[in-house]
């Protein structure tokens, strides 16, 4: 069974920093893209990062673009994420999820994480 | 980025009633996209990709049509399973995949 499974939300004050993380199993890792998708309290979704399967590439939308760092260690099956310099604007539900290259979507999530930024 | 403009922002229906919720993207994105349930508290979950591909185990009710900047997702008998809010989803800009601002249905 395909299971992704983050953690490591938090409250955390502006400014501050926090690292998240997403463990997968069920696939093989190392062949698929996988992104961050974040959901702010009562709003939509927003993709915020994706990484290629063998972390040759990483992207990241330009809200967060110098701030988050992605990354993924295949011999884990692990992804991660990196928040510095929080704002107040980053507090949201932090979803890790699988992409499916040939129909460029997201085809599987995890249950999310939520991170507060507050002081 | 390619903004994706949903509509209605919500609509309420009977159980049986057919709804059609519609997404228009701002340029032709052929047919890459996809279609997501998110039922309350949980995470989104891929109901339909490439414009009108079902996904595995997606009842065989909701449907997906359109292409270039058009799009309709049906369901064509309402159940009170389908409380959620739904959502569209671009591909054609990828990495910068875009979601449109979502659709909430109702059960009246």
């Known amino acids: 069974e395909v299971q992704v499974v983050e953690s490591g939300g938090a409250l955390v004050q502006p400014g501050g920093s926090l690292r998240l993380s997403c463990a997968a199993s069920?696939?093989?890792?190392?062949?698929?893209?996988m992104s961050w998708v974040r959901q702010a309290p009562g709003r939509g979704l927003e993709w915020i990062s994706t990484?290629?399967?063998?972390?040759?590439?990483?992207y990241y939308t330009a809200s967060v673009q110098g701030r988050f760092t992605v990354a993924r260690d295949n011999s884990k099956n692990t992804l991660s994420l990196q928040m510095d310099r929080l704002t107040t604007d980053d507090t949201a539900v932090y979803y890790c999820?699988?992409?499916?290259?040939?129909?460029?979507?997201?085809?599987?999530w995890g249950q999310g994480t939520l991170v507060t930024v507050s002081s | 980025d390619i903004p994706m403009t949903q509509s209605p922002s919500s609509v309420s229906a009977f159980v049986g009633d057919r709804v059609t919720i519609t997404c228009r993207a701002s340029q032709d994105i052929s047919t890459w996209l996809a279609w997501f349930q998110q039922k309350p508290g949980k995470a989104p979950k891929l109901l339909i990709y490439?414009?009108?591909i079902l996904e595995s185990g997606v009842p065989s009710r909701f449907s997906g049509s359109g292409s270039g900047t058009d799009f309709t997702l049906t369901i064509s008998s309402l159940q009170p399973e389908d409380l959620a809010t739904y959502y569209c989803?671009?591909?054609?800009?990828?990495?910068?995949?875009?979601f449109g601002g979502g659709t909430r249905v109702e059960i009246k």
């Open positions: 999820a699988r992409i499916n290259m040939s129909a460029l979507t997201f085809d599987q």
């Open positions: 989803q671009q591909g054609n800009s990828f990495p910068a995949l875009t």
């Open positions: 069920g696939f093989m890792f190392d062949t698929f893209a």
């Open positions: 990484i290629s399967g063998r972390s040759h590439s990483t």
């Open positions: 490439e414009a009108s």
